[in-house]
């Protein structure tokens, strides 16, 4: 069994410093008919039209404190162009997982799809399916600049795979598994992973409850920083962070 080289126990973790929405609704009663081009523009939030667009960019320069004004415009206008991919059924108010998927895997190298998930479900605060512009702002501005704090509480979330607080056995094991690339030899490969569990437990479980809450999954973090990431890579990696930035900042939109 070989181990992922960005899962929590490789050979270089110590070494190394960097490291889909609903259908839409049937037609038939109920759904209003389609309206011509015109009128569905004027239906569009408030937030895409000239003078909606510089309220919301100001508002989120207040907001997504890690970016300039010229910065949050740039991801509203990327923003924009996410929109026109997305389904009709979000009228202009946002896109979808498949989308999203699609624009962090492009961009960031994702490739995880237990990982996307989360972090669509992450960025997804109202958790309407659907990625509005404020989520899109305020969640890049940590996955790209935010603090270690805002970083840890990013990333435990991710691993938190029911929302009670604390990190399970359980789901380490869910999230670990996608980390682990199986020869054919091996016969058990679960096994390989519950190891995996049992190390980060021994690790990382500081009251020694089976189980993380946020404030082992601190210690843990501030004793060392690449255990960040221990189940799973839910963050770009330096390189592509630098490429989108450099590519998305590059011009400011007129």
């Known amino acids: 069994m070989r181990v992922n080289t960005r899962s929590l126990f490789c050979p270089c973790v110590c070494l190394c410093p960097t490291r889909p929405c609903g259908p839409a609704a049937p037609p038939g009663r109920g759904r209003p008919p389609a309206l011509p081009r015109q009128r569905r523009q004027e239906r569009l939030p408030a937030a895409m039209s000239r003078k909606g667009r510089k309220l919301v960019v100001d508002s989120l320069t207040r907001s997504a404190k890690h970016f300039t004004k010229s910065e949050v415009e740039c991801l509203v206008k990327l923003f924009d162009t996410l929109v026109a991919k997305a389904s009709s059924q979000f009228a202009g108010a946002g896109f979808d997982r498949t989308v999203f998927r699609d624009t962090l895997y492009n961009a960031f190298g994702m490739t995880d799809d237990a990982v996307l998930d989360r972090v669509?479900?992450?960025?997804?605060?109202?958790?309407?399916?659907?990625?509005?512009?404020?989520?899109?702002?305020?969640?890049?501005?940590?996955?790209?600049?935010?603090?270690?704090?805002?970083?840890?509480?990013?990333?435990?979330?991710?691993?938190?795979?029911?929302?009670?607080?604390?990190?399970?056995?359980?789901?380490?094991?869910?999230?670990?598994?996608?980390?682990?690339?199986?020869?054919?030899?091996?016969?058990?490969?679960?096994?390989?992973?519950?190891?995996?569990?049992?190390?980060?437990?021994?690790?990382?479980?500081?009251?020694?409850?089976?189980?993380?809450?946020?404030?082992?999954?601190?210690?843990a973090v501030r004793d060392e920083n690449l255990l960040l990431e221990a189940f799973g890579p839910c963050l770009p990696d330096i390189k592509s962070s630098m490429s989108f930035e450099q590519k998305i900042f590059r011009e400011t939109p007129k």
Not at 162 to 190: C, R, T, V, W
Not at 211 to 218: A, H, Q, R
């Open 120 to 219: 669509f479900s992450t960025f997804d605060k109202d958790n309407t399916g659907c990625i509005t512009v404020e989520e899109w702002v305020e969640g890049l501005a940590v996955l790209l600049r935010g603090t270690l704090e805002e970083k840890m509480k990013y990333c435990f979330a991710i691993y938190d795979l029911n929302g009670d607080g604390y990190i399970s056995k359980e789901e380490m094991f869910q999230m670990l598994k996608h980390s682990l690339l199986i020869q054919p030899a091996d016969e058990e490969p679960d096994e390989g992973v519950k190891d995996l569990v049992e190390i980060a437990l021994k690790k990382m479980d500081y009251d020694h409850d089976g189980k993380l809450s946020f404030t082992d999954f601190e210690k």
